[in-house]
């Protein structure tokens, strides 16, 4: 026996024999003889089956190589390949002695790919096909939850109800949360929330709007171990009619415009009703009301003296309302005084005249009076101040 020869390396050998004599010839071999190992490796083993996943491992079973290379199997190598890697790593630090084995310690909902080499005396085999990219977790056959319904912005009228509803697509059956201005709500008090999981739909009631909700955000999140989803709504409440402060009071010049601006606070369309000295006023083509995004304005063109007085502007909404109070004064000149003028304490070179004050002042204090007498003796038709 010859040894320390290299396995696939050609050799040649020769012999010759000796006795008493001396040595004889050599006898060689016709050609070189190359040396090959009793064995190789083997075949590749079978495409790697999945057999069960859980939150962080997988079971895998193979079949043995079709050809073990002329050597007992020894064991089974298995390499896994997360997906986005270009590196094969041994998913065990050691081989499998069976044709199944269990990889534990995988990531939460990684992607990863599996495959295996047969082992015997003279190496490794070639990779087994792979088995594609499989998701690590509970749920093989489950969906990442998503909307299919989602919340829609809301408008609701104060102290009332309103509801925010959403549809799902889910598995497995999802967490729903909701919040409002990104504070978590649950039921309790005003607020109710039912979920159906065999409807896959969830509602959220307030029993009761405020005016704090008005303006705010209303959110639904859906979890399962899959993934979340999330969707958000604007809700607006129709809050009451508000001013800010009262219009102060008008003076306005006999024959000019009055327009008054008053500031609201509130959401619209709103309702107007108009009262002047407590009456109701029916609408005409000179009392204008007009609703802006800020404000209300009052028109009132080509004023007259009996447009003076105190008016009453109530302003509505679905929420409620609110009584603007608002005083007019028409500037003009005084009216006549009231009559009859009263003449007393005759003689004769002096009477005493009296009157009342007029009945309109025209919007002013009066500072003073004119006082003319006409000689009707002489039949004159001239007025001459009393001085």
């Not at 087994?128 to 998701?135: A, F, M, N, P, Y």
Request: aromatic letters at 6%; proline letters at 8%.
């Amino acid at each position: 026996t010859i040894d320390n020869l290299q396995t696939g390396k050609p050799y040649e050998f020769r012999v010759k024999a000796k006795n008493a004599a001396g040595w004889g010839d050599y006898t060689k071999l016709d050609r070189p003889v190359t040396l090959k190992p009793d064995s190789v490796a083997p075949s590749s083993p079978g495409m790697p089956e999945v057999k069960k996943v859980g939150k962080n491992h997988i079971e895998l079973a193979w079949t043995s190589p079709t050809e073990d290379g002329g050597a007992k199997i020894t064991g089974y190598i298995i390499e896994k390949k997360p997906i986005g890697s270009d590196q094969w790593v041994k998913a065990l630090p050691y081989m499998s002695v069976d044709n199944n084995a269990t990889i534990t310690d995988l990531p939460e909902n990684g992607e990863v790919e599996f495959r295996v080499k047969a082992v015997n005396k003279a190496g490794e085999s070639e990779p087994s096909s792979t088995t594609g990219r499989v998701k690590i977790t509970e749920y093989p056959n489950g969906r990442v939850p998503t909307f299919v319904k989602k919340i829609t912005d809301t408008n609701a009228s104060m102290n009332s109800e309103a509801i925010f509803t959403i549809e799902y697509d889910s598995n497995p059956i999802p967490e729903v949360k909701w919040f409002r201005n990104g504070s978590e709500l649950i039921t309790g008090g005003r607020c109710r929330i039912t979920t159906n999981a065999d409807e896959s739909k969830s509602i959220l009631t307030f029993t009761e709007t405020w005016e704090s909700d008005n303006n705010s955000k209303i959110s639904c999140e859906i979890i399962n171990p899959l993934g979340k989803d999330n969707c958000e709504a604007n809700f607006h409440v129709k809050t009451p009619p508000k001013i800010s402060r009262e219009p102060d009071e008008q003076r306005v010049s006999l024959g000019d415009t009055l327009k008054v601006k008053i500031p609201i606070n509130g959401k619209g369309p709103f309702t107007f009703k108009l009262k002047k000295d407590d009456q109701s006023l029916i609408d005409d083509d000179r009392v204008r009301i007009q609703e802006y995004d800020d404000y209300i304005a009052v028109t009132i063109p080509d004023i007259e003296r009996n447009d003076a007085g105190k008016y009453s502007l109530n302003i509505a909404n679905d929420s409620g309302s609110c009584n603007v109070p608002l005083k007019v004064k028409v500037i003009a000149p005084p009216v006549s005084p009231t009559g009859p003028l009263e003449i007393s304490n005759i003689s004769k070179d002096h009477a005493t005249v009296s009157w009342k004050p007029p009945k309109d002042d025209g919007g002013s204090k009066i500072t003073g009076y004119i006082v003319e007498k006409r000689d009707t003796s002489k039949g004159s038709d001239a007025w001459i101040p009393v001085t």
